[in-house]
């Protein structure tokens, strides 16, 4: 049985090698990595695969492989790499070189334990906002189509001025650049395919403690209240028992003020939101800029349009339009294994509909009666006003946590 290693190649191919990794490539009889590391060994005599796209079709034909084996990857595989892929499915061995993030810091001469990661390639930009908000420093892999220039206006769109970056390009390679930018800089620059993006804090970033106050959202003018209360919102929410990584729908969404905190909680995660009033939309679009939170968004009565929704892990329903028994159809087959579904109710009849549904297609069902009512001053004195009252109707499958 032959051996199978995987080794970084740093921008400048072999020259920072150490001769051990390339007497193990030498003596191998099969070389295997992308067009760019394959070239960078044009002297290799044995035989040479290219890894394309297909990396289950790879890992079929290395797993029959008896001869001795290195693939080659660009810096560290096991940081965002293939080496996490293949390491699992194959008995392969990793030897890492120094990766870009780690080139990046050392140039700007910035340490690197205390900062974020976050990968924008082969990936939508979707979501990225809540993941670097009010963080201090941030490591951003870019490619082709989000490059540093994309992900500045992106950021500028929320309003995130506080950040500088640091552009490195073909870091340890022989056309190496390095720049500094603020964001409005880095819009307008060009850039070298291969970088990366370091984001650093020159200013604090804008806080927004859990539970939002209310007229902090934009909304309808005259008729305010259109809006899940503060009050309700953090009930709504604890109910929904969101991690950093769930899958949220937020339906009737109204001003954004669930999804927009549902956001900022499972800011690994992804939240889905519809809403059928125009109005509603554009000023959901508002709120999200101002509290930086980056969603999928769509003008549709549900449950029209769920299907272009991934599997959620939450569901809030704050609206039905009437049409309850369609759309838990939908949200109850398409919740996954221990989600919740959180609906709030403001009348008896939505109530009552709402639990019978619910029991009918094997959900247990807990209630909520919010009565909250807010101080208001008096003259020298303090009285108490009363909110509408809200029932919160919180839904689990039977037998599940």
């Known amino acids: 049985m032959g051996t199978m290693k995987l080794i970084g190649v740093g921008a400048d191919g072999q020259a920072s090698l150490p001769e051990l990794y390339r007497r193990w490539i030498d003596e191998s ?5 992308g067009e760019r590391q394959l070239a960078m060994f044009p002297e290799y005599k044995g035989e040479t695969i290219i890894i394309r796209r297909g990396l289950a079709e790879l890992v079929e034909r290395l797993r029959h492989e008896t001869r001795n084996t290195v693939v080659l990857a660009s810096g560290d595989p096991l940081f965002y790499g293939i080496g996490s892929y ?19 810091f050392a140039k700007m001469g910035e340490s690197w334990q205390d900062a974020a990661f976050v990968s924008a390639h082969g990936r939508p930009l979707t979501g990225l906002v809540q993941r670097i908000d009010g963080r201090r420093k941030v490591a951003i892999l870019t490619d082709e189509t989000n490059s540093p220039a994309v992900i500045a206006r992106y950021l500028l769109e929320y309003g995130m ?57 934009f909304q309808r003018k005259p008729d305010k209240g259109l809006i899940t209360k503060k009050e309700i919102r953090v009930l709504s929410l604890s109910a929904l028992r969101l991690r950093p990584d769930s899958v949220v ?15 900022k909680i499972a800011r690994d995660g992804a939240v889905f939101a519809i809403e059928k009033n125009e109005q509603d939309i554009e000023l959901c679009r508002q709120n999200l800029r101002k509290f930086r939170v980056d969603i999928t968004l769509v003008h549709g009565r549900a449950p029209d349009r769920l ?80 909110l509408n009252p809200v029932y919160i109707i919180a839904a689990k499958r039977e037998g599940e946590k």
């Not at 009889?29 to 990595?33: A, T």
């Open 249 to 263: 729908w937020d339906i009737g969404t109204c001003t954004g003020s669930v999804a927009i905190e549902a956001a």
């Open 307 to 386: 299907d272009e929704f991934a599997d959620p892990d939450a569901i809030f329903i704050g609206g039905t339009s009437g049409a309850m028994a369609p759309l838990l159809d939908v949200c109850c087959r398409r919740l996954k294994r221990n989600g919740r579904i959180v609906i709030n109710a403001a009348t008896i009849e939505t109530l009552a509909e709402a639990s019978r549904e619910l029991g009918e297609r094997g959900f247990h069902v807990d209630i909520t009666l919010a009565q909250v009512s807010r101080s208001k001053p008096i003259l020298n004195l303090t009285r108490f006003e009363a």
């Open 161 to 217: 001025t506080e950040y500088e970056a640091f552009v490195g390009e073909e870091l340890g390679g022989p056309n190496e650049r390095c720049r500094l930018f603020s964001l409005e800089e880095m819009a307008e620059a060009e850039f070298l395919p291969l970088n990366i993006v370091i984001l650093r804090q020159t200013a604090p970033s804008p806080v927004w403690p859990f539970g939002i106050e209310d007229d902090e959202f």
């Open 29 to 33: 009889e099969l070389l295997v990595g």
């Open 86 to 104: 293949l390491a699992g499915k194959l008995p392969i061995d990793v030897y890492p070189a120094v990766s870009s993030v780690q080139w990046a």
